[in-house]
């Protein structure tokens, strides 16, 4: 008897992919049968040039309800022979790299958050570009309240630098609940919509990303992140700078752009010269 996929991923328009953690009967918690497909799929879709934007979602009522805690995680891969400290650094090297993943695709990543997003959940949300959140969803940073520490999975390094420091200071010290309204209001997550609209917002967000120039947009994508680093405003401007000259110089895209507007039509970027 096989296994179902864990993780279904469909093209509902073009150019743009839908990522369904599928196990719902589990609230999508991160077992390896699941963590470990997704990566994969990850990886696949990172090098899918007919893919310019992503949408990850869940399936069922919740986003993904982090670790599972029914004793079902799955397998951990390629342990043979390892004792249980090396197969416990192995499992969190698997769930490490969903997040470096999800961070270092070149195409923008949207988390379409239907429900709950607990623990891993979070931080599967916060390693995505842009976050939606349906009405019902929730956010919470949960290893504190299961007598651990509610780091986790870049959850502290992430969260500060969504919502500031002291909010994420709170929410990870209390392991209370952050409904997606409070969410939206901290900058957690750029819109709430209702929960029937979620799905289609995301598609309509992502097909909107996808009309523009793809160096135009993974630049953009990588400087963002990269702002979030940067040691000084002097060298993260030089950053831009050498960015924008680059697709500047290299595509008739700012040309386009100018014919387009005096002709009241949309812009076709061919990203060449």
């Known amino acids: ?12 328009v073009p150019e743009v992919a839908v990522v369904t953690l599928d196990r719902p009967e589990r609230m999508n918690s991160l077992a390896f049968d699941l963590v470990v497909p997704l990566r994969d799929e990850l990886r696949r879709l990172h090098d899918d040039t007919s893919v310019r934007a992503v949408v990850l979602t869940g399936a069922g009522r919740g986003f993904c309800s982090g670790a599972d805690q029914s004793g079902e995680r799955g397998q951990v891969p390629h342990v043979e022979g390892l004792t249980q400290p090396s197969v416990a650094l192995r499992a969190m090297e698997v769930l490490d790299e969903v997040v470096i993943t999800l961070r270092g695709l ?4 949207i988390a379409a958050v239907n429900g709950p997003a607990i623990g ?7 390693a995505c ?3 939606v959140a349906a009405e019902p969803a929730y956010f919470r940073a949960a290893g504190i309240n299961n007598g651990l520490t509610a780091s986790e999975l870049g959850l502290s390094y992430l969260l500060p630098r969504a919502v500031g420091s002291s ?11 952050v409904p997606a309204a409070e969410a939206s209001a901290i900058g957690l997550v750029s819109a709430v919509v ?8 995301c598609v309509a967000l992502g097909s909107r990303v996808a009309a523009f120039s793809r160096p135009g947009v993974e630049l953009t994508k990588r400087t963002l992140w990269s702002s979030l680093d940067a040691s000084s405003l002097t060298s993260h401007m030089q950053q831009e700078a050498l960015g924008q000259l680059y697709v500047r110089l290299l595509t008739a895209n700012f040309e386009e752009a100018v014919e387009a507007r005096h002709e009241g039509r949309a812009p076709v970027f061919r990203d060449r010269r």
């Open 167 to 177: 909010r994420a200071f709170e929410i990870m010290l209390t392991g209370r609940d």
């Open 129 to 131: 570009d842009i976050r």
């Open 1 to 12: 008897m096989t296994t179902a996929p864990r993780v279904v991923v469909a093209r509902p």
């Open 120 to 126: 891993g959940g979070l931080c599967l949300a916060l």
């Open 106 to 109: 070149h195409q923008p990543v």
């Open 194 to 201: 209702p929960p029937a609209e979620l799905l289609d917002h």
